[in-house]
C-alpha cells in the first residue's frame, strides 16, 4: 500500500518556465512534507519541507504548497534551469516523538529543455 | 565537509556469496538509516539505528542484518544475496528527529549486482 504516490514518472519543461511536480498522500497522519532531489550517480539532496501547519513554503526558486484537505502537495520551480533535471522524490513523516521514519514516493524525473 | 559515505560504490557478489556495504558519516548524527531501492521504485526503508537501538522494518528479511559499532560507521550484511537483492542501497543520517524534522542526509549508494 502506496502511502506516497508521485503519479507522473517523468516531466519536461522548457528552461525559463514554470516546473510544477505532484504528489499525493493517503496518510492523515503524516504532518510533515519533504522534497528530495536526486542527480544520477549521487544520493538524494534534501530541497525544501512544509508542515503541516502552513500551506506554503517558499524558498528561492522553489515553492511547496500544502493542500491538507486533498491531501496534495506540489513543488514548483520558477524559473527552471537546466540543472534542475533531476529525479525528484516527495517524502512524509509524523513528528511524534520517536517516529524518525521518512515514506517516499517513486519519484518524478523533470527534464529541463535549454 | 561532514558527509555520508558509503563504500564501495559498486558491488558484484555471487548469489548465495555473503556480502557486507559500508556506511561512514562525519556528521555525528544520532540515527542511521539502510534503504533499498529497485529501479523505478521508492526507496524502501530497511532498518535504522537510533544510537544503539536497532530497529527493523517488520518486512524486512531474515537474510538482511546491521552492524552499527559506533557512531560513525554502519554495516549492511547482506548474508546470502539472491537476484532479487540487485539493488542501490542507500544509507543515510539524521540528527534526533525532535530537532531535525526528520531531514535525512544521504550517501551516494552503493549499486549491488548479484551474478
Known amino acids: 500500500d502506496q502511502q506516497v504516490k508521485q503519479n507522473s514518472p517523468s516531466l519536461s519543461v522548457q528552461e525559463g518556465r514554470i516546473s510544477i511536480l505532484n504528489c499525493d498522500y493517503t496518510?492523515?497522519?503524516?504532518?510533515?512534507f519533504l522534497w528530495y532531489k536526486k542527480y544520477p550517480a549521487e544520493g538524494p539532496t534534501f530541497l525544501i519541507s512544509?508542515?503541516?501547519?502552513?500551506d506554503k513554503n517558499e524558498d528561492g526558486r522553489f515553492t511547496v504548497f500544502l493542500n491538507k484537505s486533498a491531501k496534495h502537495l506540489s513543488l514548483h520551480i520558477v524559473p527552471s534551469q537546466p540543472g534542475d533535471s533531476a529525479v525528484y522524490f516527495c517524502?512524509?513523516?509524523?513528528?511524534?516523538?520517536?517516529?524518525?521514519?521518512?515514506?517516499f514516493g517513486t519519484g518524478t524525473r523533470l527534464t529541463i529543455i535549454p | 565537509d561532514a558527509m555520508v559515505i558509503q563504500n564501495p560504490r559498486y558491488q558484484v557478489t555471487q548469489f548465495g556469496k555473503p556480502v557486507t556495504l559500508s556506511c561512514s558519516q562525519t556528521?555525528?548524527?544520532?540515527?542511521m538509516y539502510w534503504y533499498q531501492q529497485k529501479s523505478s521504485q521508492a526507496p524502501k526503508l530497511l532498518f535504522h539505528?537510533?544510537?544503539?537501538?536497532?530497529?527493523n522494518e517488520a518486512d524486512t528479511p531474515d537474510n538482511f542484518q546491521s552492524r552499527r559499532p559506533n557512531t560513525s560507521f554502519c554495516f549492511l550484511d547482506i548474508r546470502s544475496p539472491g537476484l532479487g537483492d540487485a539493488a542501490m542501497y542507500l544509507c543515510?543520517?539524521?540528527?534526533?528527529?525532535?530537532?531535525?524534522?526528520?531531514?535525512?542526509?544521504f550517501g551516494a549508494g552503493t549499486r549491488l549486482s548479484v551474478l
Open positions: 517524502a512524509a513523516t509524523t513528528t511524534n516523538f520517536g517516529n524518525e521514519k521518512l515514506t
Open positions: 539505528y537510533y544510537d544503539k537501538d536497532f530497529n
Open positions: 543515510a543520517t539524521s540528527r534526533d528527529p525532535g530537532v531535525s524534522k526528520n531531514i535525512q542526509y
Open positions: 556528521l555525528n548524527h544520532n540515527v
Open positions: 496518510n492523515s497522519m503524516f504532518d510533515y
Open positions: 512544509i508542515s503541516s501547519i502552513k
